[in-house]
């Protein structure tokens, strides 16, 4: 983690692949690191980093005192056109996530993402399907 948060980009982007990949095994591993993760989405940051974030956000059950930041950081990135598809599909998976906990959102996120469905990418397309339909069951 001392190499995913450092300030040399090189070696921090190196490290985001493997940091979400030992989360994806173990989801406890990042539970100390949660709120500078989140900090650190806030600041410029590659976007191996920021892409490698999101997913962790995830594959992991969100603690309540996160989900207002977490949501905050996805809904920028999908009202961002200038985001990797990739950051987007994650960050609409974040959303639905928290969306199960906080039904209050789901109406939004319904919202942004048929907004971005008709000028997506085939990924944007599957993934905002995919969504769509889930929060239909919630």
């Excluded at 490290?15 to 650190?40: D, H, R």
């Excluded at 974030?53 to 999908?78: D, Q, R, T, W």
């Excluded at 109406?107 to 239909?136: C, F, T, W, Y």
Aim: with cysteine.
């Amino acid at each position: 983690m001392k190499l995913f948060f450092s300030k040399d980009t090189l070696l921090s982007q190196r490290s985001a692949w493997v940091m979400s990949t030992c989360v994806g095994y173990f989801p406890a591993l990042i539970q100390p690191y949660l709120k500078q993760l989140l900090e650190n989405l806030k600041n410029p940051v590659h976007p191996a980093v920021k892409r490698n974030s999101i997913k962790v956000l995830e594959l992991i059950e969100l603690p309540e005192e996160f989900m207002g930041i977490a949501a905050n950081v996805c809904f920028k990135i999908l009202l961002s056109n200038k985001e990797e598809v990739a950051q987007q599909a994650y960050a609409m998976s974040v959303l639905y996530n928290i969306a199960k906990k906080e039904p209050e959102l789901k109406n939004e996120i319904k919202l942004v993402i048929e907004d971005m469905l008709p000028h997506g990418s085939p990924a944007i397309l599957a993934r905002g399907k995919r969504v769509l339909a889930q929060l239909v069951n919630l």
